[in-house]
């Protein structure tokens, strides 16, 4: 009996621990090292940073409550609640009032957005999501045309 | 709401369907020759590997075993790989890398029993509640040893058809070889792609930045994309984050999502190709149609009225969520990449349809299984309408083998509807979700019901972290893994001594008869089981 139960033990308990060593810690290891070797900047999660202080990931939403910027919509309308990506529906709709704040003409305005979505549209290969823009890079497009206007965020966090 | 689907999304479908067929076909033929033991690509490379596994472990790769001896080998090694993982989960305080309190006993039961057999649903939320540790040496391993049984237990399935005492081989050969050499590979590559469409992958647990506006902002990252990769590939489903694939470092863009949707119905697509390898090309392709044929009518479906804005990611839109959702809840895998709740009610009776189903196409391995049992179903009703004998790859089908394909077919309805009526008569679904309404079951039925298909997919999430909840659907979880799987390996262990005959089948497996036949018998078994459960939940929303 006690031979019996070894037996169908015995390879098992050996074949879940070679596994955990294989697919749990080699596999991941692995990747990390090849992803932190050749793709550093999406392997530390796409970190942008303005004047080498890092502000935040391009792929992740921040909260805007100042009218000079961009704002994405309210967390509970999206599934994840953090990401940064809006219609051009509403990115067009909010450039009056961005407009209002800053002073910056809204053909202007009008630009960046349509920039933005076309270089979105081209990261997605044209098919393969609808047109959205992505309210981090708007906004960080306007700090750096326009740092005068943007000053006060640009001196933020004692630098 | 109006519906359109333009051009840009049939663009999306068609690379889809290519994409994940062309891989169907290129993984259909390795899995066909790793079924009969014939040489692979590399075989001499890939044969010492694995034989050093097998002496490590201390096997005899040439030792054949029963259904029972390969049932037995499965449920155990699973359970061992299980009590590592709530072991994991329960004390991972006191283990390295961003430690986080230890789960609850129930919750951690509950994901050991959801991850081990390959359904996933998560009553808690990872990216606050696991560790590092937990999410890459606990989850992301038992995320290959999920499929790896499923796959191999298909296998042995499949081989109990080929001919007469072809044996239906050994389990730890099976497993360790759909893990290194297949699973393993695809899974890094996949993972090096997911990398560099955005998707990060470190060991930091977080960092904390100032945001343009000054305000603090913490960053939870970690190993997400070598979890990622297998989650979609194995038709794992769990996600790192409690917002599963909707979460930009889960699915970053346009091109992640369809990338990660190829990956889902990769394997589910190799199965019938491997089988048309093994079994004749006709009735390989005819199983394929039935899968491919049956997924379009879910689409279709799940495409009648608008999904969203609300609950879903703008940079989805509409179809790329309801596209990706029905791919992964018809694959079993169970990812989302927006909330249930931003689907409309029709999306949703695809979504349920697909679970009852369990077959179009079905997880890794266990769809096509499933398949197989609705082929024998199909064939002993067809059998009784124009009176023939029942045959099977000129087999005869006997009482027994309907009588276990009939349990498999009824252990299905059972596990969801009388779990979903209990939680109703204790309260415990009253409790949760307040007052009853069609909205309020259609959660508690699509709980019990992506349970017991082994999906993972869910409304409730981490408020069903309550005794009650985890308790039960752990146990759905496992009754709806391990009793089909016993007795569908008891139906391979009886057609693997059968006599062949011959003779030309009396009725078809292949052809457009055959194929329609078996698609409309697919669909009317399940709708009718379910129809009354469908009417009272999300079809009076």
New interface residues.
């Given amino acids: 009996m006690e031979s019996s139960k070894a037996k169908i033990f015995s390879p098992a308990i050996k074949t879940v621990i070679l596994m955990i060593v294989v697919t749990g810690v080699a596999y991941p290891i692995l990747v990390m090292i090849a992803g932190q070797s050749v793709l550093p900047e999406q392997s530390n999660g796409s970190l942008v940073d303005v004047d080498g202080k890092i502000i935040g990931s391009k792929l992740l939403a921040q909260e805007f409550t100042s009218p000079k910027f961009f704002h994405s919509r309210a967390a509970s309308e999206s599934a994840s609640g953090v990401d940064p990506h809006i219609t051009k529906d509403s990115a067009l709709s909010q450039i009056q009032g961005i407009s209002d704040a800053t002073g910056i003409p809204i053909n202007h305005l009008t630009t960046i957005v349509e920039l933005d979505i076309a270089q979105n549209n081209a990261a997605n290969w044209l098919a393969f999501s609808p047109e959205y823009a992505n309210v981090l890079k708007l906004n960080l497009e306007l700090v750096k045309q326009y740092p005068e206007i943007y000053s006060e965020f640009l001196n933020a966090g004692g630098k | 709401m109006e519906v359109s689907v333009t051009y840009?999304d049939l663009?999306?479908l068609l690379?889809v369907l290519l994409g994940s067929l062309s891989l169907a076909v290129i993984f259909g033929k390795y899995l066909a020759r790793m079924i009969i033991y014939e040489k692979r690509p590399l075989e001499k490379t890939l044969g010492r590997v694995e034989n050093e596994?097998y002496k490590?472990?201390?096997?005899d790769k040439y030792q054949q075993m029963t259904w029972r001896q390969y049932f037995?080998?499965l449920v155990?090694?699973n359970?061992?790989?299980a009590c590592?993982l709530f072991g994991v989960l329960v004390f991972q305080d006191l283990l390295p890398l961003s430690p986080k309190s230890g789960l609850s006993l129930d919750l951690a039961f509950h994901t050991a029993a959801s991850f081990v057999t390959n359904t996933d649903i998560q009553h808690y939320v990872g990216d606050k509640q696991l560790s590092i540790f937990s999410q890459?040496?606990?989850l992301?391993?038992m995320m290959?040893?999920a499929p790896a049984t499923g796959i191999s237990a298909a296998f042995a399935f499949i081989r109990g058809f080929i001919r007469k005492d072809f044996g239906l081989g050994n389990f730890?050969v099976d497993?360790?070889r759909v893990?290194?050499t297949f699973l393993?590979p695809v899974?890094?590559v996949s993972?090096?792609l997911l990398?560099?469409?955005?998707?990060?992958?470190?060991?930091?647990s977080s960092?904390t930045?100032?945001?343009?506006?000054?305000?603090p902002?913490t960053?939870t990252?970690g190993?997400i994309?070598?979890?990622e990769s297998?989650k979609e590939f194995g038709s794992n489903g769990g996600g790192f984050?409690g917002?599963n694939s909707?979460?930009?470092?889960e699915n970053?863009?346009?091109?992640s999502?369809?990338f990660e949707i190829i990956l889902m119905l990769s394997i589910p697509f190799s199965f019938p190709i491997a089988y048309a390898h093994l079994l004749g090309k006709g009735r390989g392709v005819s199983i394929l149609v039935v899968m491919i044929t049956g997924f379009g009518i879910l689409l279709i479906v799940g495409l009648l009225t608008q999904s969203g804005?609300?609950?879903?990611?703008?940079?989805?839109?509409s179809f790329?969520s309801v596209l990706f959702n029905i791919s992964s809840i018809a694959t079993n895998t169970g990812a989302?990449?927006?909330?249930l709740i931003?689907m409309s009610p029709d999306a949703i009776i695809s979504l349920l349809v697909a679970m009852f189903i369990q077959a179009i196409p079905g997880a890794d391995g266990t769809g096509m299984m499933t398949m197989i049992v609705y082929v024998v179903l199909t064939l002993f009703i067809v059998g009784l309408m124009v009176g023939k004998t029942p045959e099977f790859m000129s087999m005869k089908i006997n009482s027994r083998d309907i009588k276990l394909a009939v349990f498999v077919f009824l252990i299905h309805p059972a596990i969801i509807l009388i779990p979903t009526v209990i939680a109703y008569t204790n309260g415990d679904a009253q409790q949760l979700l307040g007052s009853t309404t069609p909205m309020t079951f259609t959660q508690v039925l699509y709980e019990y019901t992506s349970s017991a298909s082994n999906n993972g997919s869910d409304y409730l999430g981490a408020s069903a972290d309550t005794p009650f909840w985890n308790l039960s659907t752990a146990l759905v979880v496992i009754v709806g893994r391990y009793v089909p799987l016993g007795l569908m390996l008891a139906i391979a262990g009886s057609f693997t001594i059968k006599d062949r005959k011959e003779v030309v089948e009396p009725i078809r497996t292949q052809g457009p008869v055959f194929t329609s036949v078996l698609l409309i018998m697919t669909f009317l078994l399940t709708v009718l089981t379910f129809f009354p459960f469908l009417i009272m939940g999300p079809f009076s929303i």
């Fill in positions: 840009v663009i999306q690379v596994f490590l472990i201390g096997i037995l080998a155990v090694t359970f061992i790989a590592f890459m040496v606990g992301t391993f290959f040893v730890y497993f360790i893990i290194i393993l899974a890094f993972a090096i990398m560099v469409l955005g998707v990060p992958q470190t060991l930091e960092i930045v100032q945001t343009l506006e000054g305000a902002q960053i990252m190993p994309a070598s979890l297998i984050f917002s909707a979460h930009p470092f970053p863009n346009g091109l999502n369809i804005p609300a609950g879903l990611e703008t940079r989805f839109g790329g989302a990449n927006s909330a931003g």
